[in-house]
């Protein structure tokens, strides 16, 4: 499936992907504040590509301009997320390229996959959430109208190796709606 918005498509990652995956993770600004580490080389982005980004609602975010992947928005579903485990319930992801930050792609792209999740998926909540520090995802999160559900002051980090403060927020349908 492909979502498309005023800028941007949402497709599929392909493996042909790895080349732009790779130009904008290996970036230490990006990763690490949304809890993975920068990538090392070509080769760790596709096996990402196949490994990571291989769920049912994950997409790779492109510019209509050139279809180029500049970034990644996923709706996690039960079974892939820790922040519900109800099939009627999911989770929010979102990075891009820190070179189109503060162009308001990634609302753009979210505002799509909330339609697409409350819409066409059924969803009921739509869970979202950030680390203690990271004040760009907190505020697309704020634009997008998510509310704040709570904080844990030990999250696991595993791919970082540590424990960090995280803040949860969600958007019912009800919301959604009147926010549109």
């Given at each position: 499936?492909?979502?498309?918005?005023?800028?941007?498509?949402?497709?599929?990652?392909?493996?042909?992907?790895?080349?732009?995956?790779?130009?904008?993770?290996?970036n230490?600004?990006v990763?690490?504040?949304?809890?993975?580490?920068?990538?090392?080389?070509?080769?760790?982005?596709r096996e990402?590509?196949?490994?990571?980004?291989?769920?049912?609602?994950?997409?790779?975010?492109?510019?209509?301009?050139?279809?180029?992947?500049?970034?990644?928005?996923?709706?996690?579903?039960?079974?892939?997320?820790?922040?519900?485990?109800?099939?009627d319930?999911?989770?929010?992801?979102?990075?891009?390229?820190?070179?189109?930050?503060?162009?308001?792609?990634?609302?753009?792209?979210?505002?799509?996959?909330?339609?697409?999740?409350?819409?066409?998926?059924?969803?009921?909540?739509?869970?979202?959430?950030?680390?203690?520090?990271?004040?760009?995802?907190?505020?697309?999160?704020?634009?997008l109208?998510?509310v704040?559900?709570?904080?844990?002051?030990?999250?696991?980090?595993?791919?970082?190796?540590?424990?960090?403060?995280?803040?949860?927020?969600?958007?019912?349908?009800?919301?959604?709606?009147?926010?549109?």
């Amino acid at each position: 499936m492909v979502l498309s918005t005023e800028r941007l498509l949402l497709r599929p990652w392909k493996e042909t992907d790895a080349e732009s995956l790779y130009e904008y993770a290996k970036n230490p600004e990006v990763g690490p504040i949304a809890g993975w580490p920068p990538h090392k080389n070509i080769e760790e982005s596709r096996e990402v590509i196949q490994n990571v980004f291989n769920g049912k609602e994950c997409y790779a975010v492109c510019l209509k301009s050139d279809n180029r992947a500049v970034g990644a928005i996923e709706l996690k579903l039960n079974g892939t997320t820790d922040m519900t485990d109800k099939d009627d319930e999911c989770e929010l992801g979102y990075w891009i390229g820190q070179e189109f930050w503060g162009q308001g792609l990634i609302p753009e792209a979210a505002r799509e996959l909330l339609r697409h999740g409350f819409e066409d998926l059924g969803m009921k909540i739509i869970w979202c959430g950030y680390y203690e520090g990271n004040t760009k995802s907190k505020r697309v999160q704020e634009k997008l109208g998510f509310v704040y559900h709570h904080t844990c002051n030990d999250v696991p980090v595993p791919l970082m190796g540590e424990t960090r403060i995280g803040h949860t927020n969600y958007m019912t349908r009800e919301q959604w709606k009147a926010n549109r």
